[in-house]
């Protein structure tokens, strides 16, 4: 994928940018529960494009079985054996979509099926199973800018900023009030650009920004997959060994690795490894 410069664009986000907490968390701990409920975009679903290829048009959702979402589960069972997985992640999901249903919905074999959207079932489901879910992971945001990298329009990042802040000020405040207990882990994301287009990660900061500050305002903690996968060094050749962006097809998902580091993150930011102590 070939991005224009977008120096303009980055030095108008980078008056957005603020303090950004990876590890901010909740003041109180609740252990796993009977359910964990995964929600968002690809990434929840453990999307990778080769693998899509491979089986398009006959596409299993069980073949995308290597993402966070399954290393974390695999996780939660050691501290919480025979808790169950409920996977609402939809590839394409923004912020916006999340509320009024994922664009591929339609045609693209979710893990768990549902209609209407990710966020009425997930609060279906919360009503049907109270007290009995936690925790519950989110990433959603990157879908919302990534647009912008190759605009013209200087509005365009602002915007869509402003629209992650809203959207999952809102969407975090309905899974806390449906599930007031639950563990909540919302993902700060990983700049898959970074090796090409270094000014977009001044984008991904002022995203994982606005991701911080939702979480925050809700109690719920954050998962960090920028620092494993953009900051640690040798670069660039940790970001290509964790995302597939460095491939013929350049994939901006995570590879087996990449994902394993994310649940990493997301089990690093639940607290959980003290039951195992």
């Not at 986000?13 to 975009?41: C, I, M, Q, R, W």
């Not at 491979?54 to 996780?75: H, K, W």
């Not at 923004?94 to 249903?101: I, L, P, V």
């Not at 990042?157 to 806390?176: K, M």
Request: proline share 6%; with cysteine.
């Amino acid at each position: 994928m070939r991005l224009r410069p977008v120096a303009t664009i980055a030095a108008t986000v980078g008056l957005l940018l603020g303090t950004t907490s990876a590890s901010a968390s909740s003041e109180h701990f609740n252990p796993p529960k009977h359910y964990y409920l995964a929600l968002g975009d690809s990434l929840a679903y453990g999307y990778q494009y080769a693998k899509f290829l491979a089986e398009f048009p006959n596409i299993d959702a069980t073949s995308f079985d290597t993402g966070y979402v399954d290393d974390l589960a695999a996780r939660l069972r050691t501290v919480r054996p025979g808790i169950q997985t409920v996977n609402y992640g939809c590839p394409g999901e923004t912020t916006a979509s999340y509320f009024t249903g994922c664009a591929y919905q339609a045609t693209f074999p979710l893990h768990v099926g549902y209609s209407g959207s990710q966020a009425a079932a997930a609060l279906a489901f919360l009503r049907a199973h109270r007290g009995q879910v936690s925790p519950i992971t989110l990433d959603n945001g990157a879908n919302d800018t990534t647009p912008c990298l190759q605009s013209p329009d200087p509005n365009c990042i602002p915007t869509a900023l402003s629209q992650v802040a809203a959207n999952l000020d809102r969407a975090l405040g309905e899974l806390r009030a449906a599930a007031p207990n639950a563990e909540i882990i919302v993902m700060a994301y990983y700049d898959p650009y970074a090796a090409v287009a270094p000014q977009s990660i001044a984008i991904t900061g002022a995203l994982n920004h606005a991701i911080t500050i939702a979480a925050a305002a809700h109690g719920a903690r954050v998962a960090d997959a920028f620092t494993p996968i953009n900051l640690a060094q040798p670069q660039p050749a940790t970001l290509c060994a964790l995302t597939l962006f460095c491939t013929a097809l350049h994939d901006v998902h995570a590879s087996d690795a990449g994902y394993a580091v994310i649940a990493q993150q997301f089990w690093a930011a639940s607290g959980y490894s003290r039951l195992g102590d």
